[in-house]
């Protein structure tokens, strides 16, 4: 059956990124690997400017159609001054919320050819293959009641509500507990159960959907820890489940630990596996244009793509299998390069990915 990708370029570099994805998946269709409907859509800055809007109609109905969707970046300087409604992040927001993609997947993989990157010692992070799931849709980002109010006395206070029903905490962490059963069977929650009431029922809606994975070792710690021995010693970590705010911080500091933010991808997934692909870099506004990216994040997302929406382990795998080579032939854009390597533009590391894939 032909499956329906959905590429949405966004603003910046991810145009020049997304085409060198695009270049990838278009090769595994001329092998005839992949059957695959590839199709673009604007967001972002790019469709506020072209269509009033940041995320077109259009787009959202594509998007809806669509097996899987893989986006660049949205937003830049230009739009910071727009109307709140317009701005470029408003229509990813919307995309992710529309979607229902409440499971955000996010590898962080230290490659061995670039482990002298990390500001951690190699031997901390030669091997690294961790994998964070964080939950995305709820807690205490959209929680309610919200705001800041002026208190009788004149003071204002800020406050947010951090919420989560049981229903949300089963379905990421099935995802989690899925993920951790085709990788090492090693699953860590993490929460703050000493302190928060909510951290108390997602450990307790944990234990219960682990009943369900006697094949999966489930392991429990504190945000603080985690933050702590992710640093110390991260390869003790498989897969690691939490909530959005812990999740969110958590994932960055995992991200740095392999030195280089245009390697890394992306997966946010539906209750169905059906989801949106992003490197989890943003547009850089200062190299965009220039043609200097590091497009391998893309590509990455690419194959996370084939993996997790489409079933297409084989073709994941022989993608990230040609991002190694590309590496081990020594090429390197400006963001990855040291003396000894190959200096090569987005392109020419796009192309190199290509000829790994298409030359064996
Ligand atoms: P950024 O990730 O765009 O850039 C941070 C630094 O990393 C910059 O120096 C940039 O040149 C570099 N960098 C990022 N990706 C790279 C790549 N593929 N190759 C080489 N170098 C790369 O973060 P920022 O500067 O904080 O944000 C810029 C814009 O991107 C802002 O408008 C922000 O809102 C947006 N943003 C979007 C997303 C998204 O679409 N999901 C995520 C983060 C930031």
Redesign the pocket.
Known sequence: MTSRILLLP?D??GPE?IAQARKVLDALCSQGALDARIDEASIGGDATDRFGTPLPDETLESAKAADAILLG????PQWDGVERSLRP?RG?LRLRSELGVFANLRPAIAYPQLVGSSTLKPEVIRGLDLLIVRELTGGIYFGDPRGIRTLDDGRRQGFNTLVYAEDEIERVCRVAFESARRRSKRLCSVDKANVLEVSELWRDVAETVAKDYPDVFLSHLYVDNAAMQLVRDPKQFDVIVTTNMFGDILSDLASMLTGS??MLPSASLDAKAKGLY??I???????AGQGV??PL?TILSAAMMLRHSLGLPDLSDRIEAAVGRALDRGFR?P?IHSPETTLVDTVQMGDAVVDALTSN
């Not at 970046?73 to 830049?76: D, I, K, L, P, Y």
């Not at 870099?281 to 190299?287: E, L, V």
């Open positions: 966004g910046g570099i990124i970046a949205v937003g830049g992040e990813l933010i245009g992003e490197p870099h943003g547009t850089a506004p200062d190299i990216a590091n994040a854009t963001d």
